[in-house]
């Protein structure tokens, strides 16, 4: 149970974001496919599933293929449990972690050890640092933050920023909303859709 590779997949959602991604309303897509609105926005919504052949049509539309919006589509579930012991190593002895699979407006990671502390970055959208054991020191807008056990610290999209565990087997918590969402303003040079 929760196991993506068990379950169906969500194929609306790669095509909302395709079709937003090239800035096309749904009634371009169904002119430009065939198919009617409502039915493409049932797709986009799960509440219907294309067939093969009105898949390709709106591939076609999308100057896409069907194969690429399937390799693209969420899995279908509203339920999924990440294991603790799944994980990747890194060459430092770091532990990383995704705290969610597939294509999700979120992503959570977990960070044990040390972080490439030397490496700037700066995130599209808002993130969430919360440190679950250890320490961090967190450089953002000019200024050093230190952060203990318990402690969160949110960025703003657009917020330049580099950290490092200064305690060893800091575990770091990030949530961050995932860089395929435009959810920022025209303050940070993104539009808000």
């Given at each position: 149970m929760g196991d993506h590779k068990e379950q169906p997949l969500r194929v609306g959602a790669a095509v909302r974001r395709r079709r937003r991604a090239l800035e096309l309303t749904l009634a371009v897509v169904a002119q430009r496919s065939g198919l009617s609105v409502p039915f493409l926005?049932?797709?986009?919504?799960?509440?219907?599933?294309?067939?093969r052949s009105s898949l390709e049509r709106v591939a076609d539309a999308l100057g896409t293929t069907a194969i690429e919006l399937l390799?693209?589509?969420d899995p279908a579930c509203s339920v999924d449990v990440v294991r603790a012991d799944e994980g990747e190593g890194c060459a430092s002895g770091a532990r990383t972690r995704p705290l969610v699979r597939g294509h999700h407006q979120l992503h959570a990671t977990e960070f044990v050890g040390d972080h490439e502390?030397?490496?700037e970055l700066q995130h599209r959208n808002d993130k969430l640092m919360y440190v679950a054991d250890g320490a961090v020191e967190v450089e953002a807008e000019g200024r050093a933050h230190r952060l203990g056990r318990g402690d969160t610290m949110y960025l703003t999209?657009?917020?330049r920023h580099r950290w490092r565990a200064t305690v060893p087997d800091t575990r770091v918590i990030v949530v961050e909303v995932?860089?395929?969402i435009e959810a920022l303003e025209e303050r940070h040079g993104f539009r808000r859709r």
């Open positions: 926005s049932q797709v986009e919504n799960e509440r219907a599933r294309p067939s390799a693209a589509a502390e030397g490496r999209g657009g917020v995932a860089d395929h």
